[in-house]
């Protein structure tokens, strides 16, 4: 049986694709965060509902490959760890590691952390496409 924490995980990315702010409240705590490191565009806390849908709607026009290296779960934190790509044309112009530290509170999503394993590659590409 899968663990609630992650079913909540997969229906908030389903709320985020259709844009369904119902159920997104339904999800998300109303004083939610979510960090993303670096320095660059992309970078920064982000805060509330309306934060994030603008954040990941910007990371979803960036078709991301994510291959999942590993998951950990608890009542009060899901951990999962990625190699991600992407290619543009064929040709891959961004490749590494991220974990995402979801962190829940009354059975809702209080707040999302990225953590990357090489933060001036990631600086360097996302200062570059944001140009």
């Known amino acids: 049986m899968e663990h ?55 990371m979803i026009l960036l078709n991301f490959s994510y291959e999942t290296l590993v998951v950990g779960v608890n009542d009060r934190y899901v951990v999962q760890a990625y190699h991600v790509s992407r290619s543009e044309t064929g040709i891959t112009d961004f490749e590494g590691e991220w974990c995402i530290l979801w962190e829940f509170a009354d059975g809702r999503i209080y707040s999302g952390k990225h953590l990357v394993a090489g933060l001036q590659e990631e600086n ?3 200062n570059k496409i944001s140009q």
């Open 4 to 58: 609630r924490n992650l079913v909540i995980i997969e229906q908030f990315f389903e709320a985020v694709k259709t844009r369904d702010m119902a159920k997104l409240h339904v999800l998300v705590s109303q004083d939610v965060t979510w960090s993303f490191p670096g320095n660059h565009p992309f970078a920064g806390v982000h805060l509330g509902i309306e934060g994030i849908l603008k954040f990941f709607d910007a």
């Open 124 to 126: 360097n590409f996302f």
